[in-house]
Nanobody, 125 residues
Framework: QVQLAESGGRSVQAGGSLRLSCTAS????????MGWFRQAPDKGRGGVAQ???????AYADSVKGRFTISRDNAENTLYLQMDSLEPDDTASYYC???????????????????WGQGTQVTVSS
């Protein structure tokens, strides 16, 4: 049974940093495309960052240069380091497992078939 559990979300001031974690069971995070998505109130779920099985990464334009996706295969954990946080980053953040080892370029939610329960990030100005 595949399970993904996010943690690390909290309230933070603009300009601050957070690191989100996603602990996986039932899969190996190093064997699949893994991604982070976010959803703000009254908005759709959008891709933030993704990493392929061979370590290739991609980011949404809005977070490039500020967020970094990584993974620890030994710990079977996916991370999202978020720096220079802005109020527009406020959302629930979800980790997800892709359907295979490679990530599609356009980072759509329907390319992922397992999801965590989400963790809330709130950035105040």
């Amino acid at each position: 049974q595949v399970q993904l559990a996010e943690s690390g979300g909290r309230s933070v001031q603009a300009g601050g940093s957070l690191r989100l974690s996603c602990t996986a069971s039932g899969i190996s995070v190093g064997s699949y495309c893994m991604g982070w998505f976010r959803q703000a109130p009254d908005k759709g779920r959008g891709g933030v960052a993704q990493i392929s099985s061979i370590g290739g990464t991609a980011y949404a334009d809005s977070v490039k240069g500020r967020f970094t996706i990584s993974r620890d295969n030994a710990e079977n954990t996916l991370y999202l380091q978020m720096d220079s946080l802005e109020p527009d980053d406020t959302a629930s953040y979800y980790c997800a497992r892709g359907r295979g080892p490679w990530c599609e370029a356009d980072m759509r939610a329907d390319q992922y078939n397992y999801w965590g329960q989400g963790t809330q990030v709130t950035v105040s100005s």
